[in-house]
DNA sequence: CTTGCTGCAAAAGGTTTGCAGCTCC
DNA sequence: GGAGCTGCAAACCTTTTGCAGCAAG
């Protein structure tokens, strides 16, 4: 988990991901889009905003969010939610499972093909009447126990 | 999945419940938590608001939710939340998984021992360094087949 | 040129909060 | 009698929307 995204954050295979998606290439959707990639603590929008706002302080928090709605409709990111709140993103559209610590509101990604291989093994055997599984997502909730490493991001609640 | 829940829900067993687990008993958390035992539909705080409301006009919407967040905070009730959004809220507290349908908004109880035993074996097994695992939840999603059964509760988005 | 994206500001939910009065214990 | 609930309304925060101007293809 946390290991770094194998997709290349160099503008020009972003742009070409964009319009191989149809979208059109606009600054604004490059650099959010690279902040997205970069960030392995799925962001929320807020989050994605205050970071690109340090050198492109015209942007507005609107885009941020019609860019972020528009990347998931393209399958180009994916929205998280834990048991707290707040939507956040991620840009690792695969299947994958999400570790959520509720004391740091940290969400790690959780890869594990032993993991992947027992779960669909069940859901191959298993059938589910008038129900059509499109996707399956385990969550695990705990706290990290080294702490003072981080902080709580969330404005309390 | 959709049984019926197992716990009482005679006005004296809640007003025990409720009691035992240190919070005074009012009319207004009696009929709310009635409302969402009898629920299996894991209803949001604004559906047991127009629920109650029906019978008992004087209720107030921010009582609803206070009422909600205090039966959570006392292991009453737990909060469940989608791949789409909205908090809802589930009476049963014991470990279960769920089901949600994206076209009709629906949330269903999912539980399976057979499920439930492979991913006990895996996390006895599976080490986490610096993390305390206290729950985890697979969030199954996809489709109810069975066509024109129900309408989607959402209010579009 | 035309489509569709951006920025702005206003609006729209859903949820929380402050407070006076009332209830339960 | 006092702690702690309730109802009401206002406030809050995140997210969405409408629209005029602008940029990409």
């Known amino acids: 988990m946390n290991q770094t995204s194998p997709i290349s954050i160099d503008f020009q295979s972003l742009k070409e991901r964009l319009s191989?998606?149809?979208?059109?290439v606009t600054?604004?959707?490059?650099?959010?889009?690279?902040c997205l990639l970069m960030s392995d603590d799925h962001?929320?929008?807020?989050?994605?905003?205050?970071?690109?706002?340090v050198d492109h302080p015209s942007i507005s928090i609107g885009t941020v969010y019609k860019t972020m709605e528009t990347l998931v409709e393209a399958g180009l990111a994916k929205k998280v939610k834990t048991a707290d709140d707040l939507l956040r993103f991620d840009a690792k559209t695969g299947h994958h499972n999400?570790?959520?610590?509720?004391n740091t509101d940290q969400i790690m990604d959780f890869d594990d093909?032993?993991?992947q291989s027992i779960l669909e093994d069940y859901f191959s055997k298993r059938e589910?009447?008038?129900f059509l599984v499109t996707d399956f997502q385990?969550?695990?909730?705990g706290e990290i126990l080294d702490k003072g490493k981080r902080i709580k991001l969330k404005q309390s609640k």
Do not use: D, M, T, W
């Not at 191989?20 to 059109?24: I, N, Q, T, V, Y």
């Open 98 to 102: 999400h570790i959520y610590c509720s």
């Open 27 to 34: 600054s604004q959707r490059l650099i959010i889009y690279q």
């Open 113 to 115: 093909p032993e993991l």
């Open 43 to 53: 962001p929320s929008a807020e989050i994605i905003f205050e970071k690109i706002r």
């Open 128 to 130: 589910f009447k008038n």
């Open 138 to 141: 385990l969550l695990v909730n």
């Open 20 to 24: 191989s998606h149809g979208l059109k």
